[in-house]
């Protein structure tokens, strides 16, 4: 290699003799030249995603309130975890302790079935009083269904699960780069990186000796944020997943797309999947609630999963999984609607 050669491989050029070159290398040492890919668990989302979220990749979860994005995205946390990976979980809407509770909640069900401990029972245990034989966590939990078991398994994997207790007024796209790259150097392995929720990380502080002269709006806000997690995708070759708000004025709509998404349409530009949640008995067709009463009932306890959008795949599907909020989890076990959906870029029925 020619000193011109190397110089061009510095910071963010490369030659594509030189990516050639690097990718022989790493074949002949049989290492690992693709990107990266971290399985959701959600075994038929992974299928569709040709076998999960990618190493560069800004994937967006967006749903109206209470369907279950937070649900989905600490069950994806906690699948990665307890399958070996890293995973950085950045919180602007829940303290540490209460995503600890959910996931004992998550836990136990895994462990026990659909009758293990409620998130209310864990609440109680950690909130009241007991006796001196009761001080930590197994013995506080005594007694409940799963709950001891839960706390073991999650000393299984905690040291691979980091909780980011974020700000909206100070959690930015530097602090988290600052902060996955700090996990990686502890720890050797590149994080799967969550976000909840985009619209609330912080803008970034104005450049030195330029003074910001006026305050952002809420879409120039959500435009950098987005770009800025695109970008830290791409920089340090991680996924990031990203919960993403729906805008107040289209909460009534019958089934929430991609253009309902809070912000601007920097979102479904930059994002390379983007995936919505509907509550199914909102979305089927009026025809399958009319003819068939008991199905229409069925229909509540179901989430419909759509993938809006996938740069490097198939998108326009439509998948279902069982809701078990009670379990605060959803079944993995998923499939594609059968029923005709309601369709409101072409008709309402």
Request: hydrophobic share 40%.
């Amino acid at each position: 290699m020619t000193v011109t050669e190397a110089k061009l491989m510095t910071g963010r050029l490369q030659s594509l003799r030189s990516v050639l070159e690097e990718t022989n290398g790493l074949l002949s040492m049989e290492g690992d030249v693709g990107a990266k890919v971290w399985p959701s668990g959600f075994r038929v989302l992974d299928v569709l995603l040709n076998g999960g979220f990618r190493a560069g990749e800004l994937v967006l979860l967006g749903a109206g309130p209470g369907l279950g994005k937070t649900t989905f995205a600490l069950q994806v946390a906690r699948n990665l975890a307890v399958s070996g990976e890293s995973v950085v979980y950045f919180s602007f809407e829940h303290d540490n302790h209460s995503l600890l509770e959910r996931l004992i909640v998550l836990e136990a069900a895994e462990i026990v079935g659909s009758d293990a401990v409620r998130l209310p029972e864990v609440r109680r245990a950690f909130s009241e009083s007991q006796g001196p034989d009761r001080m930590m966590m197994e013995g506080r939990l005594f007694g409940t269904e799963g709950g001891v078991e839960a706390v073991e398994a999650l000393q299984g994997y905690c040291d691979r699960l980091h909780l980011h207790r974020s700000s909206g007024a100070e959690t930015n796209v530097e602090v988290m780069r600052g902060t996955i790259e700090a996990i990686r150097e502890s720890t050797g392995q590149t994080p799967f990186v969550i976000v909840d929720y985009l619209q609330k990380v912080a803008a970034e502080p104005p450049s030195p000796g330029r003074r910001q002269t006026a305050q952002l709006s809420e879409e120039d806000r959500i435009t950098e944020a987005v770009e800025g997690l695109k970008d830290m995708a791409l920089d340090l070759g991680v996924s990031v997943l990203a919960l993403v708000a729906v805008d107040k004025s289209c909460l009534a709509a019958k089934r929430t797309r991609i253009q309902d998404l809070r912000g601007s349409s920097a979102l479904a530009h930059e994002a390379d999947i983007v995936l919505i949640l509907n509550n199914k008995f909102d979305v089927v067709a009026r025809h399958h609630l009319m003819f068939n009463t008991a199905n229409a009932e069925q229909y509540h306890h179901w989430v419909v999963m759509s993938i809006e959008k996938n740069r490097n795949g198939v998108d326009q599907l439509d998948l279902e999984f069982r809701k078990h909020f009670e379990n605060n989890r959803f079944d993995t076990d998923g499939g594609r609607v059968a029923e005709e959906l309601v369709d409101e870029r072409i008709f309402l029925e």
